[in-house]
């Protein structure tokens, strides 16, 4: 009954030509957003006269895959992709397993000391030790240029840790309980009965941690000494960053003539790419997580 | 429970002091600790990893805070280390970084609120106008996308645009404007606007979506309410829309003001160069210079804490002011 109404609201001139200009707007700024993206992507496809001199361009006019095979060609940014999916792979497991295996016993209102640990995870994201006295930690562990310094330090996100716990404590305390019956043990009933049923959050987790792990600029920078040990990170700004120290990554990269401006934009669509490829499930699952992330206990 | 009474203290009778009472009856607090230990066993186990990680990676660094009291030897430790009060705040205070430092963190952060923090606000509700369903999904999925690249990819991307020999925007900037070439990365004149234009490519898209919640949710009958009572379109954006979400942007200004200090390590970082050092370093960066790059560990952690403590009187003092002003607050 109001539809009509409506209707005939939007349709007064000045209501449209509101709309088109906030369309026209909210495109421009789509537009603006992404054409960065395009135009790197174009970029590590063009040879190094046309980088110089055309002003803008979305597709090279002589499309080469030099860059490419260039920067695979060198043990410095082979050895960063490698390192770097694996300190994903694994600090993604890791990770999930620390956050998982907290969040389970958490969410049992019934376990004794439950409200004080609950208590002492919330007090973190409040206050923390900060950068020197972490580092001193980490430093004291004896884990300076170690993978593990990339894992451990950000093992558990305090609220990731929180969502997994409300996730857990929706579940139909039914199920469990029937498992007990069974003569299902607590670790049981989190193996076989909880875990199943949290297939989608662990999912969503996993991508979390990951894209954290493989973005992570400041935990190589305060921990990896050794330049053979870099994440990928740590090269695309050795090599782009304002303040570059490019001679210096350059000599490492062992070569006397190469694609000196390609290359800067061919590293970072590598950097970019398995993020843009997972962009996808990204957006589906990262905006129902800021959304349950935001709903108080 | 072990608390130590003193002799001719009175003691109450058994009426619980802290907790409700029904959880008493209930819980374990009567039962020995090792009956409930047994008891939950395996519940305790699973718990027992993350607590490690939280006592070692989090609790740990707090104590090593105490080191901003004392002058750290790293080969006498933290408690073998010499106490020295509060020296290192004071040579902090006194010094010739702290003016600098404030100030910078002070504009950075008010270009935050001034110009970052509306933004996802105004494009929320702007999408939320935006009628055909297909393109307002496009756009967002779109917008998105910079919340998942890193910081070193946005710097880079900075670099490749904005650089003096090849980058793109500085050349158009170049034809448009003439005169000398400008290296925008480099200079200190360039580096707030960067760091706003960043911040705003990067996080606007991505802070919508907590907006646009707020609006989802708001009751669709308030509209037809008030259409029948004859507003329009600009009155029901008025007295309907922005109200429903004000209490959406009261929550995060608060956790905005609470990270006022928090100018975002990474971003600075990879943006401060040797010409633009006087206005890049703030709290955060000076923290690394001092403590990794020169080894004052004390005279850093000091620094930190001074930023961490602001940070909790800065949260705790906008939530109050939140309550005082009539709104729900955050806790």
Same mark, same amino acid.
Not at chain 1, 176 to 202: H, Q, T
Not at chain 2, 238 to 263: E, F
């Given at each position: 009954?109001?539809?009509?109404?409506?209707?005939?609201?939007?349709?007064?001139?000045?209501?449209?030509?509101?709309?088109?200009?906030?369309?026209?707007? +909210?495109?421009?700024?789509?537009?603006?957003?992404?054409? !960065?993206?395009?135009?790197?992507?174009?970029?590590?496809?063009?040879?190094?006269?046309?980088?110089?001199?055309?002003? %803008?361009?979305?597709?090279?006019?002589?499309?080469?895959?030099?860059?490419?095979?260039?920067?695979?060609?060198?043990?410095?940014?082979?050895?960063?992709?490698?390192?770097?999916?694996?300190?994903?792979?694994?600090?993604?497991?890791?990770?999930?397993?620390?956050? #998982?295996?907290?969040?389970?016993?958490?969410?049992?209102?019934?376990? !004794?000391?439950?409200?004080?640990? +609950?208590?002492?995870? +919330? %007090?973190?994201?409040?206050?923390?030790?900060?950068?020197?006295?972490?580092?001193?930690?980490?430093? @004291?562990?004896?884990?300076?240029?170690?993978?593990?310094?990339?894992?451990?330090? +950000?093992?558990?996100? !305090?609220?990731? #840790?929180?969502?997994?716990?409300?996730?857990?404590?929706?579940? !139909?305390?039914?199920?469990?309980?029937?498992?007990?019956?069974?003569?299902?043990?607590?670790?049981?009933?989190?193996?076989?009965?909880?875990?199943?049923?949290?297939?989608?959050?662990?999912?969503?987790?996993?991508?979390?941690?990951?894209?954290?792990?493989?973005?992570?600029?400041?935990?190589?920078?305060?921990?990896? @000494?050794?330049?053979?040990?870099?994440?990928?990170?740590?090269?695309?700004?050795?090599?782009?960053?304002?303040?570059?120290?490019?001679?210096?990554?350059?000599?490492?990269?062992?070569?006397?003539?190469?694609?000196?401006?390609?290359?800067?934009?061919?590293?970072?669509?590598?950097?970019?790419?398995?993020?843009? #490829? %997972?962009?996808?499930?990204?957006?589906?699952?990262?905006?129902?997580?800021?959304?349950?992330?935001?709903?108080?206990? | 429970?072990?608390?130590?009474?003193?002799?001719?203290?009175?003691?109450?009778?058994?009426?619980?002091?802290?907790?409700?009472?029904?959880?008493?009856?209930?819980?374990?607090?009567?039962?020995?600790?090792?009956?409930?230990?047994?008891?939950?066993?395996?519940?305790?186990?699973?718990?027992?990893?993350?607590?490690?990680?939280?006592?070692?990676?989090?609790?740990?660094?707090?104590?090593?805070?105490?080191?901003?009291?004392?002058?750290?030897?790293?080969?006498?430790?933290?408690?073998?280390?010499?106490?020295?009060?509060?020296?290192?705040?004071?040579?902090?205070?006194?010094?010739?970084?702290?003016?600098?430092?404030?100030?910078?963190?002070?504009?950075?952060?008010?270009?935050?609120?001034?110009?970052?923090?509306?933004?996802?606000?105004?494009?929320?509700?702007?999408? /939320?106008?935006?009628?055909?369903?297909?393109?307002?999904?496009?756009?967002?999925?779109?917008?998105?996308?910079?919340?998942?690249?890193?910081?070193?990819?946005?710097?880079?991307?900075?670099?490749?645009?904005?650089?003096?020999?090849?980058?793109?925007?500085?050349?158009?900037?170049?034809?448009?404007?003439?005169?000398?070439?400008?290296?925008?990365?480099?200079?200190?004149?360039?580096?707030?606007?960067?760091?706003?234009?960043?911040?705003?490519?990067?996080?606007?898209?991505?802070?919508?979506?907590?907006?646009?919640?707020?609006?989802?949710?708001?009751?669709?009958?308030?509209?037809?309410?008030?259409?029948?009572?004859?507003?329009?379109?600009?009155?029901?954006?008025?007295?309907?829309?922005?109200?429903?979400?004000?209490?959406?942007?009261?929550?995060?200004?608060?956790?905005?003001?609470? /990270?006022?200090?928090?100018?975002?390590?990474?971003?600075?970082?990879?943006?401060?160069?040797?010409? /633009?050092?006087?206005?890049?370093?703030?709290?955060?960066?000076?923290?690394?210079?001092?403590?990794?790059?020169?080894?004052?560990?004390?005279?850093?952690?000091?620094?930190?804490?001074?930023?961490?403590?602001?940070?909790?009187?800065?949260?705790?003092?906008? /939530?109050?002011?939140?309550?005082?002003?009539?709104?729900?607050?955050?806790?």
């Amino acid at each position: 009954m109001a539809r009509s109404r409506s209707v005939r609201y939007f349709d007064s001139p000045g209501s449209r030509a509101f709309d088109a200009l906030n369309l026209l707007l +909210l495109i421009g700024l789509a537009v603006v957003t992404v054409l !960065p993206l395009l135009y790197v992507v174009a970029g590590s496809f063009a040879t190094e006269s046309e980088i110089s001199s055309r002003p %803008f361009f979305l597709w090279p006019e002589k499309f080469v895959t030099d860059t490419y095979k260039y920067i695979f060609s060198t043990d410095t940014f082979v050895r960063a992709l490698l390192t770097t999916i694996a300190v994903t792979a694994v600090g993604t497991v890791v990770q999930l397993f620390l956050t #998982l295996t907290m969040a389970y016993p958490l969410a049992k209102r019934q376990l !004794p000391g439950r409200a004080l640990v +609950l208590n002492l995870v +919330l %007090f973190t994201l409040v206050f923390s030790g900060g950068m020197i006295p972490t580092y001193l930690v980490v430093r @004291d562990l004896g884990l300076l240029d170690s993978y593990w310094a990339l894992i451990l330090p +950000l093992a558990i996100n !305090p609220f990731y #840790l929180i969502v997994v716990k409300s996730f857990f404590q929706e579940l !139909p305390e039914a199920l469990e309980e029937a498992a007990r019956i069974d003569g299902c043990n607590e670790l049981n009933v989190f193996l076989r009965i909880v875990l199943p049923l949290s297939k989608p959050i662990i999912a969503t987790f996993s991508l979390f941690y990951a894209v954290a792990i493989w973005n992570d600029y400041m935990s190589p920078l305060l921990y990896i @000494d050794d330049s053979r040990k870099w994440t990928l990170q740590m090269i695309v700004r050795q090599l782009t960053a304002a303040n570059a120290d490019s001679a210096n990554v350059l000599q490492q990269l062992e070569t006397v003539s190469f694609p000196e401006q390609g290359l800067k934009f061919a590293v970072v669509v590598v950097a970019t790419l398995p993020i843009l #490829l %997972f962009y996808p499930f990204l957006q589906k699952h990262f905006a129902k997580g800021v959304m349950i992330g935001s709903v108080k206990e | 429970m072990a608390t130590e009474l003193a002799p001719n203290q009175v003691v109450p009778p058994a009426v619980p002091m802290t907790g409700p009472a029904p959880r008493r009856k209930r819980g374990g607090r009567q039962r020995p600790l090792w009956r409930d230990l047994l008891r939950y066993r395996w519940l305790y186990l699973l718990l027992l990893p993350g607590l490690v990680y939280f006592i070692v990676f989090k609790y740990l660094p707090m104590y090593g805070l105490t080191i901003a009291f004392k002058d750290y030897v790293p080969f006498l430790g933290y408690s073998g280390s010499q106490w020295v009060g509060l020296e290192h705040f004071q040579a902090l205070f006194t010094g010739p970084d702290f003016g600098r430092l404030m100030i910078n963190t002070l504009i950075l952060a008010l270009l935050t609120i001034v110009f970052v923090f509306p933004a996802p606000i105004v494009v929320a509700l702007m999408l /939320n106008e935006l009628r055909i369903r297909v393109l307002k999904r496009s756009v967002q999925s779109l917008i998105y996308i910079p919340h998942f690249l890193s910081w070193t990819i946005v710097a880079s991307l900075t670099y490749l645009l904005f650089s003096v020999d090849f980058g793109v925007i500085a050349g158009w900037l170049h034809d448009v404007v003439g005169g000398q070439k400008v290296d925008y990365v480099a200079q200190a004149d360039w580096f707030r606007p960067l760091i706003v234009l960043q911040l705003l490519w990067k996080q606007t898209g991505w802070g919508t979506i907590i907006y646009l919640a707020a609006l989802a949710s708001v009751d669709t009958q308030l509209y037809e309410a008030a259409r029948v009572d004859g507003a329009g379109r600009w009155r029901q954006f008025w007295h309907i829309t922005l109200p429903s979400i004000q209490p959406t942007i009261v929550v995060m200004a608060i956790l905005t003001s609470g /990270n006022l200090m928090d100018s975002g390590f990474e971003q600075i970082w990879l943006m401060t160069t040797s010409l /633009n050092r006087d206005v890049a370093d703030v709290f955060d960066t000076f923290v690394y210079y001092v403590g990794i790059t020169q080894g004052s560990f004390s005279y850093a952690t000091a620094v930190g804490l001074f930023k961490g403590v602001i940070g909790v009187v800065l949260i705790f003092g906008s /939530n109050l002011l939140a309550k005082r002003l009539g709104q729900r607050g955050l806790f």
